[in-house]
């Protein structure tokens, strides 16, 4: 019965590896589409979101059928529930590519970035890149290294959507109300992303340490024995 439940756990971490692959991909074709206009890179996005939420779905009745079959306590079954929370954070991260991605095909043949914060949303971009790339090494090694960066780079972005808001709530300001409105949701959009990568990054510390905090001090890390199966 041991092995039949390792076995489901490698399954739902492949799954879960899998689905942060297509995040980075859909968080890397939205930031591009909302940056260049690119109307045909946004509609990707969106008709791919369908399948981050079918995979979702799977790892989260993957977990229910373990959950019911195997009847896990302690340890494992705080793995099983935080697979679940972090499928559902992942998908929520496929949601927000997908927003980035409307906003650009809503302004399409504009662009959907106001004047004076092209640099700021490319950085914001780059950096959300750069969170889901690291999320899925994370997941794929349980390597707290991985989830001390994804908290690094979430502060820097928090940093640039505060500056978003000074901008354009500031008169020096020229875009109108539909530029206002685009700026802050856009912003919001990146910054709940990283946000919900942190989330993770929490969940697997915590599986790894048991501190609920996110410490990834290297000191713990190091001590950490590296396992398979979704920090078993």
């Known amino acids: 019965m041991r092995e039949v439940f390792h076995q489901a756990l490698?399954?739902?971490?492949?799954?879960?590896?899998?689905?942060?692959?297509?995040v980075t991909v859909a968080i890397d074709?939205?930031?591009?589409?909302?940056?260049t206009g690119d109307v045909s890179l946004a509609e990707e996005v969106i008709a791919d979101d369908a399948r981050i939420d079918e995979l979702a779905l799977s790892v989260d009745e993957l977990a229910i059928d373990t959950l019911a079959m195997q009847q896990p306590v302690a340890r494992d079954l705080r793995i099983?529930?935080?697979?679940?929370?972090?499928?559902?954070?992942?998908?929520?991260?496929?949601d927000l590519a997908e927003h980035i991605a409307q906003l650009a095909r809503s302004r399409f043949p504009e662009r959907?970035?106001?004047?004076?914060?092209?640099s700021t949303f490319v950085k914001m971009g780059k950096l959300d890149v750069s969170v889901a790339r690291t999320l899925v090494?994370?997941?794929?090694?349980?390597?707290?290294?991985?989830?001390?960066?994804?908290r690094d780079a979430d502060d820097l972005i928090d940093e640039l959507h505060a500056t978003v808001y000074e901008k354009v709530l500031s008169e020096a300001f020229s875009g109108d109300v539909g530029h206002v409105i685009d700026a802050a949701l856009a912003s919001r959009y990146h910054e709940r992303f990283g946000d919900h990568a942190v989330s993770i990054a929490k969940k697997i510390v915590y599986l790894a340490t048991g501190d609920w905090t996110g410490s990834t001090d290297p000191e713990i890390a190091a001590a950490d024995e590296r396992t398979s199966h979704f920090g078993v």
């Open 137 to 150: 090494e994370l997941l794929r090694t349980q390597d707290l290294a991985f989830a001390a960066q994804i």
């Open 112 to 118: 959907a970035i106001p004047k004076g914060l092209k």
């Open 29 to 35: 074709k939205a930031t591009i589409a909302f940056e």
């Open 80 to 94: 099983i529930v935080s697979a679940l929370r972090t499928s559902a954070s992942l998908e929520r991260m496929g």
């Open 10 to 22: 490698e399954d739902i971490q492949t799954r879960l590896v899998e689905i942060a692959e297509l």
